[in-house]
């Protein structure tokens, strides 16, 4: 795959990543009667923004230490975006949020999920990620 090709699954990452912290934050917003709840559902969207921004960042990796970055940025963002999804798992269980706002989040972490692991495997393969 081209560095080109590459760079577009990182922006199209970002973007979705983008749209799932903006999702977290209205949440955290609609939830303020569960303080706890809340700050967790801003921090893991948060944090899957920022992980995913700092993979962005490092590609392409210019040498050994770049590419551990790279790889622990990655897969940063896939724990993050599994915590947020695990929280909001527990919250629809609970009856505490409105179902059209837990279908929008879960498609939009499908969504990432998949580019993310496409990364990885670009990376993988591109960079030899694996043997880091």
Do not use: K, W
């Not at 939830?31 to 993979?55: C, K």
């Not at 790889?71 to 940063?76: N, P, S």
Request: charged share 25%; proline share 2%; glycine share 4%.
């Amino acid at each position: 795959m081209a560095i080109r090709d590459l760079r577009s699954l990182f922006v199209l990452a970002h973007s979705l990543a983008h749209d799932i912290s903006e999702d977290a934050l209205e949440l955290e917003n609609r939830l303020a009667h569960l303080r706890f709840y809340a700050a967790q559902v801003g921090d893991a969207g948060i944090s899957t923004l920022a992980h995913v921004a700092s993979a962005s960042a490092l590609v392409p990796p210019v040498d050994l230490h770049a590419r551990v970055e790279l790889r622990t940025a990655l897969y940063g963002a896939l724990e993050a975006l599994d915590r947020l999804c695990l929280l909001v798992r527990r919250l629809h269980e609970r009856e505490q949020v409105d179902p059209a706002v837990i279908d929008r989040m879960r498609r939009h972490a499908e969504e990432l999920t998949a580019v993310i692991r496409a990364l990885i495997a670009e990376c993988n393969r591109s960079y030899g990620l694996r043997s880091v």
